[in-house]
């Protein structure tokens, strides 16, 4: 589990593909300072296993469900990348819950401008627009933000000048992939109504089901 809230900005800077999984290498400082073979680090946004590391790098495998969900499957070479290790209980949860496990992609579609912040609106599919809610929480290549609005084919962010340095988000540009994970509330809202016959959201239905 991740707060979406970035530690530092790491490299890719070696992947080797097979037929339709990958293994990367990846450069990194923070996230190393106390990292174990297994533990779970959220590279742009998906959670990746540590396979292997040193002083200077880890190494994970990707899965071909990971390839074909997320802006991987377009990665060539070398790369910046958000990184996060998973959350420590007992901590401040400053950003909100993020699992890791990407719901889809998304394209950047403007970038704006606005006194100190940038506005920027990605286009995503009905899919996953079904999910977002305006100043609800969205996770983007793994940083935790809020949506600032949201039309038919699209929703915008804001992001404030620490999150710009922190992260890569203003390094992409027009026609780039995101990777998209949405709040987990409203899966569960929705997977529940699938087993309720009329489909009905009363109180009735609320106590029922533990609420």
């Not at 490299?11 to 174990?36: H, N």
Request: hydrophobic share 40%; with cysteine; glycine share 10%.
């Amino acid at each position: 589990m991740f707060t979406g809230l970035i530690e530092e900005i790491g490299e890719i800077i070696e992947i080797k593909r097979g037929t339709s999984s990958a293994r990367m290498k990846i450069r990194a400082e923070k996230v190393l300072e106390d990292v174990k073979k297994g533990d779970s680090i959220a590279v742009n946004g998906i959670c990746l296993t540590v396979t292997s590391f040193d002083k200077t790098c880890f190494y994970v495998d990707v899965m071909p469900e990971t390839l074909r969900r997320s802006s991987l499957k377009d990665v060539q070479g070398t790369g910046k990348v958000n990184l996060e290790r998973a959350m420590l209980m007992g901590g401040r949860f400053g950003g909100h819950i993020v699992s890791g496990h990407i719901d889809g992609t998304g394209r950047i579609i403007s970038k704006i401008r606005e006194d100190n912040a940038v506005r920027i609106k990605i286009q995503a599919e009905e899919n996953l627009l079904k999910y977002i809610i305006n100043k609800g929480s969205v996770a983007l290549d793994g940083v935790s933000l809020t949506v600032a609005s949201l039309g038919g084919e699209w929703f915008e962010v804001s992001i404030i000048p620490l999150t710009g340095e922190d992260t890569i988000l203003l390094n992409k540009r027009l026609g780039d992939l995101v990777n998209i994970e949405c709040d987990q509330l409203g899966k569960y809202v929705e997977r529940l109504m699938g087993f309720k016959k009329e489909n009905v959201l009363d109180l009735n239905y609320l106590i029922e089901n533990g609420f």
